[in-house]
């Protein structure tokens, strides 16, 4: 049966259509990656924002429209902005999520999103989403084991957990039912983890110096802390690592870990690490 011609050219000029957009939307996202790299997160938000006007159902423009929202979160100039920014955040994440479920970095993102929202939800939510923060991260470790920041989430949500104090997880469990198990050890173990596949990563070194701390394994510490100091810091976030190792080496205190948590923190600071340049996504994923 042969193809009418009107047919088959409106066919390949429609071909020829989607790769010119398909090249335009991988055009930029590696725009906004180089931006991201750069850490112009306003910038590389709106690169992200036009590649979802010509692709939105793309996952991967959605997570990392997802990871920009997050990054200027503490710049807002109003707790209203931030929320919106928060609620974007998860949102989007979400989406990419639900378009892309075997997509690692999409479950990360919505991880971190969890964590954002914590800081505009109730108590009550907060103990909520504190498991959906465990589960999101552990789905992006099934589909991805290789990724350093998956490991770090997961430490850190078993730190901030394991850092309650006895009391407010006592109240906890007799109002909301309790949080899931967590503890220092499973934290040391899923931050060393990270360590291992990003030596050259001065936040996962920072942060499980501060586990082993509170495990009072002060050697341990000691060791982290002298890997931050042979690293060159990329950041003002490395710089502080930096100057909390110095103070760490020097005996400082202050730096010890605090046997517990006030009230106010049910959840681990998880926006904290959307900070950090992460892995970009790839469409692989």
């Not at 020097?250 to 340049?277: F, K, R, W």
Request: net charge neutral; aromatic share 8%.
């Amino acid at each position: 049966m042969r193809v009418p011609i009107t047919i088959l050219f409106i066919a390949l000029t429609f071909r020829a259509a989607f790769c010119a957009e398909s090249e335009k939307v991988g055009a930029l996202i590696q725009q906004g990656d180089a931006q991201v790299a750069s850490h112009e997160f306003r910038a590389a938000l709106e690169t992200f924002q036009e590649a979802d006007k010509l692709d939105p159902n793309n996952p991967d423009v959605l997570a990392r429209i997802s990871r920009q929202c997050g990054e200027l979160i503490a710049d807002a100039k109003s707790r209203s902005k931030a929320m919106l920014l928060a609620q974007t955040a998860f949102a989007d994440a979400k989406r990419a999520v639900e378009l892309a479920p075997d997509n690692a970095k999409a479950h990360l993102s919505l991880a971190i999103a969890y964590g954002r929202m914590t800081d505009f939800t109730s108590n009550r939510v907060k103990i909520e989403y504190s498991r959906f923060i465990r589960d999101e991260t552990l789905k992006s470790l099934a589909l991805d084991p290789t990724d350093e920041y998956a490991w770090h989430v997961i430490g850190r949500w078993h730190a901030g957990i394991s850092g309650l104090n006895f009391l407010l997880k006592y109240f906890t469990k007799l109002v909301y039912g309790g949080l899931p198990d967590a503890s220092y050890e499973e934290a040391a173990k899923y931050l060393k983890k990270a360590t291992e596949i990003a030596p050259q990563r001065i936040l996962h070194h920072q942060e499980l110096a501060k586990v082993y701390v509170a495990l009072g394994k002060r050697a341990l510490a000691e060791r982290e802390w002298r890997a931050v100091l042979k690293l060159p810091a990329a950041d003002a976030d490395d710089e502080k690592a930096r100057r909390e190792a110095k103070q760490g080496l020097g005996g400082d205190s202050s730096l010890h870990a605090s046997a517990s948590q006030p009230a106010s923190s049910l959840i681990p600071p998880l926006a904290v690490i959307a900070t950090d340049p992460w892995t970009p996504v790839t469409a692989d994923r």
